[in-house]
């Protein structure tokens, strides 16, 4: 019996695909709230970053969270996801 692929995603910082074990998930909620999905299970539009400080701010400049997510992301929404995200690295 053939074995079954881990899920991959792209990330939306550097685009490379990774197994969607190793990413992040940013959803925006049918209430159009933006945070970040530990359990990649919650409702609504995702995208998925990898956790590295490139990446994220890649994504940040080029707008690639905008035009994944299909929204005006804040300034003040990414820098929450950038606190959340690296709040345990510093």
Do not use: H
């Amino acid at each position: 019996m053939k074995k079954k692929s881990p899920p991959m995603r792209i990330c939306v910082g550097c685009g490379e695909l990774r197994n969607k074990k190793e990413m992040l998930r940013i959803v925006v909620s049918p209430e159009g709230t933006i945070a970040i999905d530990r359990t990649g299970k919650a409702a609504g539009r995702g995208a998925y970053i990898e956790p590295k400080t490139e990446c994220f701010e890649t994504a940040y400049k080029a707008k690639r969270l905008e035009r994944s997510l299909k929204r005006a992301v804040s300034a003040d929404i990414y820098e929450n996801l950038r606190s959340e995200l690296f709040s345990n690295e510093e």
